[in-house]
Each structure stands twice: as structure tokens, then as C-alpha cells.
T-cell receptor, first 117, second 110 residues
Framework: EPEVTQTPSHQVTQMGQEVILRCVPI?????FYWYRQILGQKVEFLVS????????KSEIFDDQFSVERPDGSNFTLKIRSTKLEDSAMYFC???????????????FGPGTRLTVL | GEDVEQSLFLSVREGDSSVINCTYT??????LYWYKQEPGAGLQLLTY?????DMKQDQRLTVLLNKKDKHLSLRIADTQTGDSAIYFC??????????FGAGTRLFVKA
């Protein structure tokens, strides 16, 4: 069964460094998403991406963050100048982009745990 | 703003029913969802309900929606040890963004 994969599973970085989190969405999906979950808190929407553009983003997704689909398979989240409070689990998701009922199901990857020291 | 709240822990005995509750604030929600997360895995969509429905049953799962009170519940009948996981309530308003709760950790005692 196709699945969303993410690498690495755990990333440790020093404050101020840049990190790139990688995701391989399901191959025939058209919409891609990033979410994050700070330990013990809610899963928070960061950004959605379609047709090589950001389609929606949250207030969290400021200039420190960027997303890219560098080739036909990868979808990346770049965090520049990481802060301690960026430590979280980051989930990638993808969906086909269907409308109506049933809703467009988002398939999630297992997450990348980012630890900023 | 949009918010989804759920209790953090629930413990039940194997064979009992589990009821996980959730409240949300956005009255324009179109779909409400229950996701399951097992250790080391991503979020898996368990079931959803459209906002104009009151109830949906899917095998051992029953979803109840009280739109007036903005209350959603997930009932798992005959809970098994394999049901131990974190269950997330979530909503969308028709856009791309899904708003999640913090998750309820379900412990099933044998």
C-alpha cells in the first residue's frame, strides 16, 4: 500500500542552524502539507502546497520557513536559523485533491522529530 | 479563532466501550474527523462525519455529532488492546487546513 515517507526520523541541530526535513508523498497525490506537534500540544497546520505554490499557510509559517518540491518526488520543509521553540514533531501529509464527499483524505507520514539544542 | 479541545487520557478494560469526547469552536466546520496514531507511525484517518449528519456508524466505531453544542464523540465498542493509541479529533472548514486537538491517549487494560 502506498505511504508517505519522511527522513530523517530524528534530527538534532544547534540553535541558529538551518535544517531541511524531507518527505516523499504518495506518487499520484497533488496536494502536500506540513504540520507540527510540539510535545504535549496540538498538531498544528503549517502550510499546504499545490501546483508548485503555497495554497494556504498559518501564522506559524513565517519567513523562517519555506517549502519546495525540488523534483517529482520530494517535498521539503526548510527551517532557517532554528530556535529552541522549533523543537517538535513535524508531519508531512499528501492528498489526491478530490472535492465533495467523501472528503479529500490526507495521508500522513510517520513524522520527523526535530530537537534544537 | 478555530480551536479543538479533547481530554488527554482515557483508560478502559478490554471488552468495554470507550468514548472519546471533543469540542470545537468553528461553527462553519464542514467535516469532522477522528485520526488514530500508533507509536512511531503517522496519523491514520479512522472515520469522518459531515457536518449535517448526527451519527455515523462504521463497524465498532460510532461517531456522534451535536452541532448545537459543537461536541463530537467517538465510541469504540468491544475495545481491544490493539486499540491502544492516541486519537485525534480534527475539523476542516472546506479549505486545505485541518485543525487538530491535542489527542486523547487511550489505554486498554487486559
Amino acid at each position: 500500500e502506498p505511504e508517505v515517507t519522511q527522513t530523517p526520523s530524528h534530527q538534532v541541530t544547534q540553535m541558529g542552524q538551518e535544517v531541511i526535513l524531507r518527505c516523499v508523498p504518495i506518487s499520484n497525490h497533488l496536494y502536500f502539507y506540513w504540520y507540527r506537534q510540539i510535545l504535549g500540544q496540538k498538531v498544528e497546520f503549517l502550510v499546504s502546497f499545490y501546483n508548485n505554490e503555497i495554497s494556504e499557510k498559518s501564522e506559524i509559517f513565517d519567513d523562517q520557513f519555506s517549502v519546495e518540491r525540488p523534483d517529482g518526488s520530494n517535498f521539503t520543509l526548510k527551517i532557517r536559523s532554528t530556535k529552541l521553540e522549533d523543537s517538535a514533531m513535524y508531519f508531512c501529509a499528501s492528498s489526491k485533491g478530490t472535492s465533495g464527499t467523501p472528503p479529500d483524505e490526507q495521508f500522513f507520514g510517520p513524522g520527523t522529530r526535530l530537537t534544537v539544542l | 479563532g478555530e480551536d479543538v479541545e479533547q481530554s488527554l487520557f482515557l483508560s478502559v478494560r478490554e471488552g468495554d466501550s470507550s468514548v472519546i469526547n471533543c469540542t470545537y469552536t468553528d461553527s462553519s466546520s464542514t467535516y469532522l474527523y477522528w485520526y488514530k496514531q500508533e507509536p512511531g507511525a503517522g496519523l491514520q484517518l479512522l472515520t469522518y462525519i459531515f457536518s449535517n449528519m448526527d451519527m455515523k456508524q462504521d463497524q465498532r466505531l460510532t461517531v456522534l455529532l451535536n452541532k448545537k453544542d459543537k461536541h463530537l464523540s467517538l465510541r469504540i465498542a468491544d475495545t481491544q488492546t490493539g486499540d491502544s493509541a492516541i486519537y485525534f479529533c480534527a475539523e476542516t472548514t472546506g479549505g486545505f487546513k485541518t485543525i487538530f486537538g491535542a489527542g486523547t491517549r487511550l489505554f486498554v487494560k487486559a
